[in-house]
């Protein structure tokens, strides 16, 4: 793949937020300094990560973090989109330490956008219990009256669809539980947590937050009728399930009476307003009719009892990870979604966007940015409000269930030595941003 050299990326708007990614659990290490989470548990049992590795040292961020902050000082971002550990703030120690991130951030002109939850539960916490989105709504409390003297963004929760698909319905992320559609009732108090969160942080003062879900585009393997069903449905267990709430106040037909609980009263703290919303877009996915048998997808394997089959997408580069190199879909899903909700749908952030590839010299990962900051700029042209992006990830990390075989970094970590080593792609990254003239 290659870039347009002779074509500079379009400007974007003034104020526009150019950012990074990470998360706690991914990069921090420092194991022995915080509380258990479901990820601990679940990296101990063998076989659960293909590696068989842990993040209990991951990039040592925890005793790094300034040396991180001094990359993203000289990458020339102007926000930093990190989590807070709930396990590492439960300890006591914790808020001492994002207390330290934060201040060294802001002195550093880079704008802080903790996530509240990154999918590290502590570990004698579960989803499938109600109380666990009030017990969310006390930690958000604490961490807001902690930061928010510095803190002016917020995000609640990251990819709820994924901690639920991956964690709970097919068993290959942590917890482990493989539910099926019986993990309906995780992605609905994830949701009660999220609005839960959202009310907490109103009354500590705070007033821009959002959300981080992860969406794409359902291509339907083919115009036949049972293939265009799967596909819709697809569509609407990964992107529905959890903008419809959000957005809306209601779920997709025929979902909230597989909730639990007052699902009416639910959703009116569900849909509280949001400042703006968060999109991680890494790829579209194509989908048909179920097929009778197992399929390997993106290192995961989807039962034979699912009712609809992930299909490959043929004709686009793919990376390292297996996953389609399509920008365009990019711009679909954000014009789709302005066209779906209208009005409702506040300012879009796109939160994550990335790919794994390895080497310093990853050229596929400059051309892979590249194609999906173009296909953001014509998302805009066509009249998406876009106020932010931001590149997965700052740094090689843990992985999850993968380990430390992807990479998906700007700067390359030798996990033996934990040295840094920016890649091409920082390079790049920070050539972009300069063209985009100041970025405060």
């Not at 989109?81 to 330290?100: A, E, I, Q």
């Not at 930061?147 to 992320?173: Q, Y």
């Not at 173009?374 to 999850?400: I, K």
Request: charged share 25%; proline share 6%; aromatic share 10%.
């Amino acid at each position: 793949m290659a870039t347009d050299a002779d074509h500079p990326i379009p400007r974007f708007p003034a104020g526009f937020l150019w950012g990074v990614s990470t998360s706690a659990h991914q990069i921090e290490g420092a194991a022995d300094e915080r509380e258990l989470s479901v990820w601990d548990a679940f990296t101990a049992e063998p076989g659960r990560v293909k590696d068989g590795s842990t993040a209990a040292v991951a990039c040592d961020h925890y005793h790094r973090h300034r040396e991180d902050v001094a990359l993203l000082a000289g990458l020339g971002v102007n926000a930093y989109r990190f989590s807070v550990s709930w396990p590492r703030v439960r300890s006591g120690k914790g808020l001492d330490f994002y207390d330290r991130l934060v201040d060294d951030l802001c002195a550093a002109g880079v704008r802080p956008v903790p996530t509240l939850f990154h999918w590290d539960l502590p570990a004698d916490l579960d989803w499938l219990d109600r109380d666990t989105a009030a017990r969310f709504a006390e930690y958000v409390a604490l961490v807001a009256d902690r930061l928010g003297d510095r803190v002016t963004k917020w995000i609640t929760l990251n990819e709820p669809a994924e901690h639920t698909l991956l964690g709970h319905a097919l068993g290959v992320h942590a917890p482990g539980r493989h539910l099926l559609f019986d993990a309906l009732p995780a992605a609905h108090h994830q949701l009660l947590a999220h609005g839960l969160a959202v009310r907490a942080l109103r009354a500590s003062g705070a007033t821009d937050i959002g959300i981080a879900n992860s969406h794409g585009p359902t291509w339907a393997a083919s115009a036949e009728a049972a293939d265009v069903e799967a596909a819709d449905f697809y569509d609407v267990l990964l992107n529905r399930l959890f903008a419809d709430p959000l957005l809306l106040g209601r779920y997709p037909e025929g979902i909230g009476e597989l909730m639990p609980g007052d699902v009416e009263a639910d959703l009116e703290v569900i849909a509280e307003p949001l400042d703006w919303y968060g999109v991680n877009y890494y790829a579209p996915t194509r989908v048909g009719a179920p097929q009778g048998a197992e399929i390997e997808f993106g290192g995961v394997t989807m039962p034979a009892e699912l009712p609809f089959s992930v299909r490959e997408i043929e004709g686009h580069p793919v990376t390292d990870f297996g996953w389609p190199v399509a920008p365009e879909g990019l711009t679909e899903l954000l014009t789709g979604f302005r066209d779906r909700y209208g009005d409702r749908l506040p300012p879009v952030v796109i939160t994550e966007n990335g790919c794994s590839y390895p080497g310093v010299d990853d050229q596929e990962r400059i051309a892979y940015l590249d194609g999906h900051l173009r296909a953001l700029h014509r998302a805009v042209e066509a009249g998406v409000d876009v106020r932010g992006y931001f590149v997965w990830s700052l740094l090689d990390n843990f992985e999850w269930a993968e380990g430390y075989a992807r990479r998906f970094g700007l700067v390359h970590v030798d996990f033996d030595t934990l040295e840094r080593t920016p890649k091409a792609s920082y390079r790049w990254y920070r050539e972009v941003l300069r063209a985009q003239g100041p970025t405060a």
